[in-house]
C-alpha cells in the first residue's frame, strides 16, 4: 500500500499509471459519500469541529468495516455491539 506522500512523489516524478490495488477508496476522487448528518449552525467554527471529527470517524470506521468485512466471526461480533443483530447474504451486502 502507498502512502500519499509515496504518490505524491510518483505525480511529480510524472509517472501517470500504477495498478489500483495501491489507492485507498478513501484517496479516490470518485468516492461519493452517499450521506451528510451534518447539521447547519450558526457558529462556523463549531460547526467546522463537528464536520473534522464526523470526517475523522467516517474514514476510521470505513477502514474497520473493510477488515472486519473479511472474517465472518468479526463481521458477526460487530453487528452485536452496534445492535445490527442480523444475517446478510453477500449479494445483499453489494446491492444495498
Known amino acids: 500500500m502507498l502512502c500519499r506522500y509515496s504518490i505524491s512523489v510518483l505525480g511529480l516524478e510524472r509517472v501517470k499509471k500504477f495498478p489500483d490495488k495501491y489507492i485507498l477508496d478513501q484517496w479516490k476522487k470518485t468516492l461519493k459519500r452517499k450521506h ?4 447547519s449552525s450558526h457558529d462556523l467554527s ?9 470526517n ?7 477502514n474497520i468495516a473493510k477488515v472486519v468485512a473479511a472474517f465472518e466471526e468479526l463481521t458477526e461480533t460487530v453487528r452485536r ?3 445490527l ?3 446478510v447474504g453477500t449479494k445483499d451486502l453489494y446491492n444495498g
Not at 451528510?36 to 447539521?39: T, Y
Open 46 to 54: 463549531h460547526l467546522e469541529l463537528i464536520k473534522k471529527q464526523y
Open 81 to 83: 455491539v452496534l445492535g
Open 56 to 62: 475523522e470517524m467516517c474514514k476510521k470506521f470505513y
Open 85 to 87: 443483530g442480523y444475517v
Open 36 to 39: 451528510n448528518s451534518i447539521e
